[in-house]
């Protein structure tokens, strides 16, 4: 989709956003909203004085607008929230907040009709009359995307802090109202119809999930032969499996391993993504830092190449495989193969949901805390196929996985373009780089992937 250039352009004489449609005017910020009003935390909810506190946790940051799900209520006494009451069409910006990987000042628009004030960590902005607060809520998305807000940060401890003040000097071009309105239904048609290609992306990203996980737990459970004879296993969680496998209680397939790591040991650490793999590997792959153990390493346990660990995460997402060897947590539970395996098969049983939900039944105090032993463990039973069938499951479930998790990436990186698309969209409506002032909306287009990318 193409859209006109307007008929002329000046310089801005702001660097990011160059030239602007001549007519629109050129000033800061501030002189677009009424200024920041500062929240307030307030105390202990009571029977008089609680009102709703919208707070970042409220923010929706893809639809830039402020959720109602899950309001927290304080005791806010009506002197101090008289003058920070809400209303429909204020602007919200986050001034305390952030992380490593996302910049405090996110704006979002508050559509409701509630009386409710912001939290000590958000601002209220109330645009001044002559401005549309939707098309404001785009602007400083826009700003957001570019990280015009980043010289306005702060941080001299983990929370990144926003100078309101300062950023609010910054300068933008802006249109007449009509035009504001204009460019705002625009974006709302616009974002509506990516936003719904996204949603059918993440749709079909849930589906292959699902339909990864079943192909697992069939074939682990009942193999590949549909016409195998079936017998019961007499286990709860397994059901039937073919007549010609045999059942263990799984401490006759796998021992813990109670070996104490040495100084020369690499640490290790397991996560459900990448299994058990070196920490500064993992910091690489995930871009944080893991704690290293410098004090106390006698604690740290051994896992050897071929281990499968039982971790403080397994509760949720099952075993993990070990394919190096190093120094885990005294928290893990290294386990070994005591019989002949292939690893790929076991692997795929261990991140069974069938299993996953067995392990969790085997502890009621895991949910509190406390992490699963291999007392747990050997609570349950586990199917043992011929050492070739369990080569040819692993085989064919990592072809099924390959092919299901290529089809993952793809709806990812169809999220990511429409995401693209949806932000190179605002900035370009909102800069006047695009003029859609002649823009109508067509009755009931039925979006498609090759439109939204354009």
């Not at 004879?229 to 109670?258: C, Q």
């Amino acid at each position: 989709m193409s859209f006109p250039k307007y008929e002329a352009y000046k310089d801005s004489g702001v660097e990011w956003l160059g030239e602007v449609p001549e007519h629109w005017d050129i000033h800061s910020l501030k002189r677009s909203v009424e200024g920041c009003i500062n929240g307030i935390w307030g105390n202990e909810p009571d029977e008089i004085h609680s009102i709703p506190v919208i707070r970042v946790a409220d923010f929706d940051r893809e639809a830039t607008r402020v959720s109602l799900d899950k309001l927290t209520y304080r005791s806010i006494l009506p002197k101090d929230r008289e003058s920070r009451l809400l209303q429909s069409g204020d602007l919200l910006i986050e001034k305390s907040g952030g992380g490593e990987k996302t910049l405090v000042g996110c704006v979002v628009l508050f559509e409701h009709a509630l009386d409710a004030v912001t939290s000590n960590f958000v601002a209220r902005m109330r645009p001044i009359p002559k401005f549309d607060s939707n098309f404001l809520c785009y602007v400083f998305n826009a700003l957001y995307q570019n990280k015009v807000n980043y010289p306005s940060i702060k941080q001299t401890t983990g929370i990144q802090n926003l100078d309101s003040e300062a950023y609010l000097q910054e300068y933008f071009s802006f249109p007449t109202l009509q035009e504001q309105k204009q460019i705002a239904h625009f974006l709302d048609h616009e974002t509506a119809r990516i936003d719904a290609l996204i949603t059918e992306q993440q749709r079909l990203i849930k589906l292959l999930k699902e339909k990864r996980q079943a192909v697992i737990s069939h074939a682990v459970t009942k193999g590949l032969d549909p016409t195998a004879p079936m017998k019961d296993s007499g286990v709860e969680w397994l059901g039937e499996v073919p007549a010609h496998w045999k059942v263990y209680r799984s401490k006759i397939i796998f021992d813990e391993r109670n070996t104490k790591a040495t100084e020369n040991d690499e640490q290790l650490t397991a996560s459900q993504k990448h299994g058990v793999i070196p920490q500064k590997l993992f910091s690489e792959l995930e871009g944080q830092k893991v704690m290293q153990v410098i004090l106390g390493r006698e604690i740290l346990k051994k896992a050897e190449i071929n281990d499968f660990v039982i971790s403080m995460r397994s509760f949720q997402g099952g075993l993990e495989f070990c394919p190096y060897s190093g120094a885990v947590s005294s928290a893990y539970v290294p386990l070994y193969p005591k019989k002949k395996i292939d690893n790929k098969f076991f692997k795929y049983l261990f991140k069974a949901k069938s299993f996953i939900v067995a392990l969790q039944q085997t502890s009621n105090l895991v949910r509190d805390g406390q992490a699963l032993r291999y007392s747990n463990f050997t609570q349950l039973s586990l199917p043992f196929p011929t050492l070739a069938e369990q080569g040819k499951i692993g085989t064919f479930l990592d072809h099924e996985t390959t092919r299901i998790d290529a089809l993952i990436a793809e709806a990812y990186t169809g999220i990511s373009l429409l995401q693209e698309r949806r932000s190179a969209l605002i900035s370009a409506a909102v800069t006047g780089q695009i003029d859609v002032r002649g823009w109508q909306a067509p009755v009931s287009p039925v979006p498609t992937l090759e439109a939204a990318y354009g």
